[in-house]
């Protein structure tokens, strides 16, 4: 083969692989901004906001069987979101785990619904244990869906992420393969056109030894 030949293959392929991962990227970057923009238009609908600063300065620990809006343990993760409204993956996650979800654990003395519902069940109808322990059900199945729903938008948004990263990784190696493209062109321009591809060295041994 001609060193000709296989410098306009190799240029060729490296070529048409530049443009499959400039495509590639271009997708990538288009599936985050597309992901951004959903989630964060359907969080803005939700109206939710964080706590203030002042808020979260007067936080305190629950009394026995009492109920605090927040506690200590909450303000190291809300502390960075204060006073803001939700508008992004990574707020629904903090607020799902690190507010809802420790109201949820106090709400139902860390059972979930459907044990809690399941004591419910047991009581008996229209007395006041089943009435109290109905209201705390409800409670409980409304701030567990509301948090499900918060952690499937952290969940969409992540793979936003995850495609961002993929598209730099994309165009990054684009840019790598048109180097060596360019570089693939310059041999080839400059090698003559009667120039074999060189022989093995094993077959030039064979050769000098007559063989």
Request: proline share 5%; aromatic share 10%; with cysteine.
């Given at each position: ?24 990227g ?51 993760y ?25 109201h949820?654990?106090e ?52 793979f ?20 060596l ?27 000098s030894?007559?063989?």
């Amino acid at each position: 083969m001609r060193r000709r030949t296989f410098d306009m293959l190799a240029t060729a392929g490296g070529a048409m692989l530049t443009i499959v991962l400039i495509v590639a990227g271009s997708l990538g970057l288009w599936a985050t901004s597309w992901t951004n923009t959903n989630v964060h238009n359907q969080l803005a609908e939700q109206k939710i906001q964080f706590p203030t600063l002042t808020e979260l300065a007067a936080a305190k620990n629950p009394p026995p069987g009492g109920f605090s809006e927040i506690t200590p343990a909450m303000v190291p993760y809300l502390k960075p979101y204060a006073g803001q409204w939700m508008t992004t993956g990574a707020q629904a996650e903090v607020y799902a785990d690190h507010f809802l979800g420790i109201h949820l654990q106090e709400i139902g003395g860390g059972l979930a619904y459907s044990q809690l519902s399941a004591k419910a069940m047991a009581l008996p109808k229209g007395s006041a244990a089943y009435t109290a322990a109905e209201s705390t059900v409800q409670t409980v199945f409304q701030g567990t869906t509301l948090r499900g729903l918060l952690l499937e938008a952290y969940g969409f948004w992540k793979f936003g992420q995850i495609a961002l990263v993929g598209a730099i990784v994309c165009f990054v190696l684009a840019g790598i393969m048109l180097i060596l493209t360019l570089v693939g062109v310059w041999h080839f321009s400059r090698t003559p056109k009667e120039v074999e591809f060189p022989k093995s060295l094993h077959h030039e041994e064979k050769v000098s030894a007559g063989v």
